[in-house]
């Protein structure tokens, strides 16, 4: 039998929440094979998972994701969490239903229906506000709030979006699955038609379509997350990892991952490194 409402960080010995504007927002790391029981929660859960892998399961329904991947689970839906041999790390936005009643009504079937996509920008922007709660100055509430608004407004565009055109193709996955194959390698176009079977021309316009950014600009996005989770779970140097990543240099790869998360590389490292104290 469930408890009337669990907290999100139910299960994880580390985690840090900050609660500004009305939004509380948690960085959570579940460790590997954890499973939780049914439960629910009192607020909508609007989670972006950075790291690792794990499965919500509504409705008799596993759900399961990977970094990129956004999904939501409505206030008071039960549901069980298994977490894979990794763990998971979780960025977790929950809008206080009255003091954000305005939001919420804007945010429509975002916060009252079940959503499971694979989000590039939302990815971005919960790195981003990682990035602040664990490395926090003056204006980080200020931040927080602004990017927990940027990150639901994405999240409700990228859903008008996929609500108003048909159903992506299957070879549209295809091709996104070979590139998270490959983001040290990436593909030429010619090798992501002759996977997609299609004319690079009807590849490009529907890749931007169904994804919101270019095949370019993902695949950059991949390679800059693949750099936050060295800098994240490794003491590799920098400049190793700005090499790894495809950059010229570190100043280059230093800019982009600026754009990118809202924190040069160094700051970011410092920001991510939680020791079990800090729980």
């Known amino acids: 039998m469930a408890r009337r409402s669990d907290p999100v960080s139910l299960g994880s010995p580390r985690f840090r929440n900050a609660d500004h504007g009305g939004f509380l927002v948690s960085d959570v790391w579940f460790p590997p094979g954890l499973v939780l029981e049914p439960h629910h929660h009192d607020r909508t859960v609007v989670a972006v998972t950075l790291g690792g892998g794990w499965d919500s399961v509504m409705g008799g329904r596993p759900r399961e994701s990977t970094p990129g991947m956004l999904l939501t689970e409505p206030a008071g839906q039960r ?21 954000r009643a305005e939001t919420q009504r804007a945010c429509g079937t975002l916060l009252t229906d079940i959503n499971h996509v694979q989000a590039p920008l939302p990815h971005t922007l919960a790195r981003r506000l990682s ?125 982009a991952f600026r754009r990118q998360l809202g924190a040069p590389p160094a700051s970011f490292r410092r920001s991510t490194r939680l020791a079990p104290s800090d729980a």
């Not at 549209?172 to 992501?192: C, E, G, S």
């Not at 693949?226 to 495809?246: F, K, M, N, Q, V």
């Open 131 to 255: 990035a602040e709660i664990r490395y926090p100055d003056a204006t980080s509430p200020l931040a927080i709030e602004a990017l927990a608004l940027e990150l639901l407004a994405s999240a409700v565009r990228m859903e008008g979006r996929a609500s108003g055109r048909r159903r992506p193709p299957l070879w549209l996955r295809w091709v996104i699955d070979y590139l998270q194959a490959h983001v040290l390698d990436p593909p030429d176009l010619a090798t992501l038609t002759g996977i997609a079977g299609v004319h690079p021309g009807h590849l490009v316009r529907t890749f931007r379509r169904h994804q919101g950014l270019s095949v370019a600009s993902y695949t950059r996005r991949l390679r800059l997350d693949w750099a936050a989770e060295r800098l994240a779970s490794t003491d590799t140097p920098i400049a190793e990892i700005a090499l790894a990543a495809g950059f010229a240099d570190q100043s280059h790869f230093t800019r």
């Open 79 to 99: 549901h069980g969490n298994h977490f894979g041999p990794a763990g998971a790390r979780v960025l977790i936005v929950q809008p206080d239903p009255i003091a």
